[in-house]
């Protein structure tokens, strides 16, 4: 997928003077639809302020990787990760020295380290210091290890020199930014390390994103849900070293990677390919499947004398209390989402009983929240046991702690072995 309508871009910005290009970046990238988060480092703010970036990403900017409040808020290794990609704009040779190096004294450098997406780096500098034998073996190495760069581009330079070392223009880095999305971001661990992780040896199945239902062979009824929680989990599941299948409808984010994605566009569809892929240790409907459909017409409907067309709605099957009622074969872990615009803990409770899954994870989907579509969820998870409401967190941290709590309920014996 190249668009970047849904994207997620984390703005790394050093200290260059080539920095007040990164406010115009920013500026691009959000007129596209991405999402820019942006850190800044401390040489950073000596060329361009804290506050300007702010306005121009319409987020938080982070800067200290020892504040406290910052960490509250969103920890270093959650920053790095709840990206599609980063980009590091400008990237200076002391930045890319720290990078080839390991190297971790500050926020910048240390989710550089620490993250699991692919990093595209614009580079600025002197012509000297990009011609230098040092800054030359930092960027072979960095490449070597995955980092994608743009630029740097000749031309002269705010020293007075004439050369390479000019950070590309935004629009080229733009562009650049498509191109890297255009394959999957995640670099997923060696499975070496995935073998150890909480769901090792476990197969799981989950459902996500909305369905489509046909009208006729043009026309559709559908809904708002984006897939990320869902995709996000299935993520999740699969770092925590699962065998997951992820039965997704139609959606305009990234398949994640390590995960065997089915895409389907109805429910009935949807239904036979959950059928398929069990059975499972977990089965996950995180999906928003629509709930009716219309006997499709085999014709695109056309405007007549007798006035609108009526629809006779027929139920859609439900696919989450289809999986729960199995006689034989039932996933020991099977959870359902609730997603709610009044009462959510309530209509949870009942859907906990009514689809007769053994966790609902329940969240207020009414427009004011931004929830669905957005990138953060606040979920109560509800169960025979009680409710736990978490705090608002990002879909990918929401979708970490899920993974482990599911991974803790199957060790713990919760729910008792299904009866085969
Ligand atoms: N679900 C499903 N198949 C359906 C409808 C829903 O698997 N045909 C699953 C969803 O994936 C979710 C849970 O059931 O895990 C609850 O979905 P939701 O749309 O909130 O509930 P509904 O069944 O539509 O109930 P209500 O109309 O009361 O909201």
Redesign the pocket.
Known sequence: MTSLASARILLVVGGGVAAYKSLDLARRLRERGARVRAVITRAGKHFIAPLSLAALTGEKVFEDLFSLTDEAEMGHIELSRDADLIVVAPATADLLAKAAHGLADDLASTLLLATDKKILAAPAMNLRMWLAPATRRNVAALRDDGMLFIGPNDGSMACGEFGPGRMAEPLEIVAAVEAALSSPTTIPLPPSFVRGGALAGKRVVI?SGP?HEPVDPVRYIANRSSGKQGHAIARAAAEAGAEVVLVSGPVAIPDPSGVDVVRVET?RE??AAVESALPADIF????????WRVEAAGEKLKKGADGPPRFALV?????????AARASGRPRLV??????TEKVVE?AR??LA??K?DL??ANDVSPATGIMGGDANEVSLVGPDGVESWPKLGKDEVARRLVAEFARRLSSGQPDEPSR
């Open positions: 459902t369905t429910a949807m239904l996950i409907a995180a999906a928003a499947v629509a709930d139920e859609n099957p439900d696919i989450l209390a289809t999986v959870v359902g989402f609730a997603a709610e209509h009942a859907k009514r689809k899954c609902v994870v």
